[in-house]
């Protein structure tokens, strides 16, 4: 079955960086465009980064610029390098496909404040 583990997650300063690991199993990692999504108290869950197959990647606007995604389809992980934090990114990430996205895993929190 599908599981994805999410870690890397703290309590950074803002302007701090933090990298996000995603190890995910159960289906062929490599065939599927892959994502980052985040979610803060009382707000909807929201796309932040996503990697195609192909490599090509696009960002929310909030982010783009200070996070950077990539993967390493060898060891079947994804990738969230995060620079410049500022305290609206304190959310819990979620990592999962882009298209159709399945069971979710636990998430990383990641805060940041001062």
Known sequence: QVQLVESGGG????GGSLRLS????GFTFSNYAMSWYRQAPGKERELVATIFASGSTNYAESVKGRFTISRDNTKNTLYLQMNSLKPEDTAMYYCNKRFQPGTWGQGTQVTVSS
Do not use: D, I, K
Request: hydrophobic share 40%; glycine share 0%.
């Open 22 to 25: 995603c190890e995910a199993s």
């Open 11 to 14: 309590l950074v300063q803002p």
